[in-house]
């Protein structure tokens, strides 16, 4: 590729460039060492090549505006050197800081948050808590990204997104929200509904010339119809009435079988095996579809399951099955499949900051002193004095860059009553006591961290393997090209960046987005990263997924962005070079907890399921975190969170889920079996 090609897109410009993998910042251009939470099995991550612009904006200490240089510390190195067994070669003896604690929690993110808060409302104000995070912010998948200009502030996310169908949360995640000062129904009038409307802004869908030999184009409003949105593509017209068909015909595929035959044969094939097998897609049809299910599940239509693609509900079911509503759950269905069922909202439950706001208002209500103001409005606005997280005063400390890295019970764990953590700070390794302890990290760096566990625990802790995905946040200077292209959101079936638009409309208290095609604005980017049309496992395909997220550039990122937009909204007036200011590229090589799903996991859901074995408590340390659920949402962080701090409390345990209750799947109904 010619330095001009290059420099047409704007990759001379300098521009903020910012680079987190697992919520560590890379440094793009430093020499990053790898990802601290590669413990399950990811490559060490690959230098970015210098960059310009790779300066910080803001002084002092300020998380979310940091930028830059950072990320080759032993931080970085800490989960590959636990798991190469290599770790405690050069660590150092340990001091004891002298402090003791009721509860220390390891983990910062929702879930870690949401423990320290409930065992404060089960022992009481008095009750002393330390929330050991080893990155520099809180809130673990739940990042914000901030980003100033001269002209105003534009707040985005870069991992967890919205609370996705509130009405189906437990009431254990209900009650916390509500303890938080979080109002859900708030966000029908955060949330602009009329934004698209107002401006005539559609969908559309980009075909690249790699993968279909010529680039595309297609834009519509409201239901699309896939002959005319196609209608001059390379798709032919043969396959272009095929794609009608399966989005909008009321053919039924599985003509001849009752309703429970069906479910059953749904339940034993991939939904890629639905569409060709029974629907009669061809190649470029499945190509077309290939990724319809990435964003929401972190993997193709390769591996989404026949049921769990029904109840979504992906293209091709409108004739095969008639509404569902009437009908039970079927218990094989994956937990997210339960959530749609239960779901009655719209998709408006967003922060500007994404799921940061429930990060920040757990905050607030466990150190008021350290995030000023009151109600959710100034949540966005106001920011948390990060100095004021860890003071020796307080009841409540969040201590930030601490890794935990070893938990050993003072004695048998059978019979112990105290825990001792060691963490490290500033490369010297410290060691508190606490009388319980709550693990809020990922599943799989648990092993590592202690010694206490039998083998069928530490088998199913690192069965918990995530998937990959990547959320890349785009400030332009304006975003006239999408007006003048009406479009909000296009969706790139075989391109490297997935999904490429506007970010939600949401204004809150001072916050304002960006209501003017003349303002400044964020786009919101995404890829997940698997081995698309494998039709392996999805754990299997996220690993490689890993690999080749780790292993990508940030200036290879950068390029296929700006390339992407050119071809896309180059002739509706967008140049890459002029209009992109800063790009922030958050990298999640341990995203989504992995839920099990047919046809994969057997045991689903008769059981026995490995995280039942591997979130049992052990002696005074308990499991909280997504993977123990598993279900990669704010409400499972939250239910599992309640589970944890119950098992060390001797409380009732809480109901954590409506229809996969995460405790005994077996007492489910029969649904359509
Ligand atoms: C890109 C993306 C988008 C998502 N979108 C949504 C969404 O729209 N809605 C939704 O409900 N959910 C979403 N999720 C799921 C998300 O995982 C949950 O919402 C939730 O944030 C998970 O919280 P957690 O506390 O269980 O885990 P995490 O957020 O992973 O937090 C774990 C924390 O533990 C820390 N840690 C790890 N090891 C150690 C150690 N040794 N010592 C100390 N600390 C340690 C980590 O740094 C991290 O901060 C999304 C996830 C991703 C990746």
């Known amino acids: 590729m010619s330095d001009s090609t290059r420099n047409e897109l704007g990759m001379d410009r300098k521009i903020t460039r910012r680079d987190f993998m697992d919520g560590v910042a890379l440094g793009v251009g430093a020499v990053a060492a790898g990802s601290l939470l590669g413990a399950a099995g990811s490559a060490p991550a690959q230098a970015a090549p210098a960059q310009p612009g790779a300066v910080s904006r803001r002084g002092g200490v300020y998380p979310p505006g940091r930028d830059g240089m950072r990320g080759q510390n032993q931080l970085d190195n800490f989960g590959h050197q636990l798991r190469a067994g290599t770790f405690w070669d050069n660590a150092g003896e340990p001091q004891a800081t002298g402090e003791t604690y009721d509860l220390v929690v390891v983990g910062g993110g929702i879930s870690g948050l949401a423990a320290a808060r409930i065992f404060q409302q089960q022992a009481g104000r008095k009750a002393r808590i330390l929330v050991l995070e080893a990155l520099d912010d809180v809130g673990g998948h739940a990042r914000r990204n901030d980003f100033s200009t001269t002209h105003r502030q534009l707040i985005g996310y870069g991992g967890s997104q919205s609370l996705d169908a509130p009405s189906s949360f437990a009431p254990v995640a209900k009650k916390l929200l509500d303890d938080v000062g979080i109002e859900p129904e708030r966000f029908e009038k955060y949330f602009d509904k009329d934004f698209e409307d107002r401006h005539h802004l559609g969908s559309g ?19 699309p ?11 032919k017209a043969a396959t272009r009435a095929k794609i009608e068909e399966i989005y909008n015909g009321k053919v039924d595929y599985l003509a001849g079988l009752t309703r429970a035959q069906k479910k059953n044969k749904l339940d034993r094939i991939t939904y890629l095996e639905f569409l060709r097998d029974h629907a009669g897609a061809d190649a470029d049809a499945l190509k077309y579809l290939q990724t319809v299910s990435n964003g929401n599940w972190g993997y193709g239509i390769d591996a989404i399951g026949g049921l769990d693609a029904w109840v979504e509900p992906f293209p091709g079911f409108r004739g095969t099955f008639q509404p569902y509503w009437d ?25 500007p900051e994404g799921n940061a706001g429930v990060v920040y208002s757990l905050v607030r209500k466990l150190l008021p002193e350290a995030l000023p103001g009151k109600g959710m409005q100034t949540i966005t606005t106001n920011r948390i004095r990060y100095g004021r997280l860890d003071q020796s005063g307080n009841r409540v400390r969040i201590r930030l860059n601490a890794p935990a890295v070893r938990i050993k019970h003072v004695g048998d764990p059978g019979t112990a009553t105290k825990v001792d953590v060691t963490y490290l700070e500033k490369g010297k390794l410290r060691v508190v006591r606490a009388a319980n ?30 998937l990959a995905l990547c959320y890349t946040t785009v400030e332009v200077r304006n975003w006239k090209a999408f007006k003048k292209a009406e479009l909000a959101h296009v969706r790139y079936p075989t391109a490297y960046w997935q999904s490429i638009g506007l970010d939600f409309p949401v204004s809150m208290g001072r916050y304002q987005f960006p209501d003017k095609p003349k303002d400044r604005a964020l786009l919101h980017v995404t890829s997940s990263f698997c081995k698309p049309g494998s039709g392996e496992h999805p754990q299997d395909q996220a690993a490689y997924g890993r690999r080749q997220l780790a292993g990508t550039t940030f200036d290879e990122m950068e390029f296929r962005l700006r390339d992407q937009l050119a071809r896309t909204l180059g002739r509706f007036g967008f140049d890459p070079a002029d209009d992109i200011l800063s790009i922030t590229v958050n990298r999640w090589a341990h995203g989504y907890a992995y839920e099990y799903a047919r046809p994969w996991d057997k045991f689903w859901p008769a059981g026995p399921l490995p995280s039942h074995v591997a979130r049992q408590r052990w002696g005074r340390v308990a499991i909280a975190n997504t993977d123990s659920a598993p279900r990669a949402y704010v409400d499972a962080a939250i239910g599992m969170a309640a589970r944890a701090v119950a098992e060390l409390t001797g409380a009732r345990l809480p109901k954590v889920a409506n229809g996969v209750d995460g405790i005994d799947p077996r007492k489910l109904g029969s649904g359509g079996r």
């Open 205 to 223: 869908v980009f075909l690249d010339k790699e993968s279909w030999g010529a680039d595309f184009l297609g834009r519509w409003h409201g239901t």
């Open 437 to 466: 302890v709550v693990m809020a990290c990922q599943n799989s760096l648990i092993p590592y961290l202690t010694d206490e566990l039998g083998d069928a625990q530490r088998e199913a802790l690192f069965d918990s393997r995530r």
């Open 225 to 235: 119809d896939y002959r005319k949105v196609l209608a001059g593509s390379p798709v």
């Open 327 to 351: 009908d039970k759950p079927d218990p094989r269905m994956a937990p997210t499949a339960h959530k749609l069922w239960y779901a009655e909202d719209e998709y408006i439950y967003h922060f």
